[in-house]
């Protein structure tokens, strides 16, 4: 399993790949985009690091997949099974999804509470910006301008996504 948080505007998430063996990895700001740091981690005792930088995104299917890949492919410290084992795990998504499906329902509440069409968009839309805070939801520069049909479609299919996780 694995835990996420945040400190002072990076973001740092542990890994726990068995008794032993931890990876704590950190995202930080660069000049030019950001990178990835990943820090093995062996009874509490760091053993080595691995890092990934970017201008723009990275295209992995979770966050820190690519520096975890990288730290298991690269590692000195690993035996040939750990490293295994290591990559096996770097292809599952582990992240938590629970606090997205709690913010899904909480914003599809706005069908039942509210009266009319505007209402509900702007319900559904509050609940997800507070929700979400800054982890990414951006509103488009028109919203405001949109129809409330447009607006509904658009919110329904991001709370239906967010509901899917398991």
């Known amino acids: 399993?694995?835990?996420?948080?945040?400190?002072?505007?990076?973001?740092?998430?542990?890994?726990?790949?068995?008794?032993?063996?931890?990876?704590?990895?950190?995202?930080?700001?660069?000049?030019?985009?950001?990178?990835?740091?990943?820090?093995?981690?062996?009874?509490?005792?760091?053993?080595e690091r691995a890092k990934c930088c970017?201008?723009?995104?990275?295209?992995?299917s979770y966050e820190f997949q690519s520096v975890l890949k990288k730290l298991f492919n690269s590692s000195?410290?690993?035996?040939?099974?750990?490293k295994k084992n290591g990559l096996e795990f770097a292809e599952k998504d582990r992240t938590d999804w629970s606090d997205f499906k709690m913010i899904s329902g909480i914003a599809k509440m706005g069908e039942l509470f509210c009266d009319n069409q505007k209402d509900k968009n702007d319900w559904k839309a509050r609940m997800l910006k507070a929700g979400l805070g800054n982890k990414g939801l951006e509103m488009p520069e028109d919203w405001e301008t949109l129809d409330e049909d447009t607006k509904q479609a658009r919110l329904d299919g991001v709370i239906q996504i967010m509901g899917e996780h398991k």
């Open 54 to 60: 970017y201008l723009n995104r990275t295209w992995e």
């Open 76 to 82: 000195k410290v690993l035996s040939e099974d750990e």
């Open 1 to 47: 399993m694995s835990k996420l948080s945040k400190k002072g505007g990076k973001t740092m998430r542990n890994f726990k790949i068995n008794d032993e063996i931890e990876v704590v990895c950190e995202s930080q700001k660069t000049r030019n985009g950001f990178r990835h740091i990943a820090i093995l981690m062996r009874n509490g005792v760091e053993q």
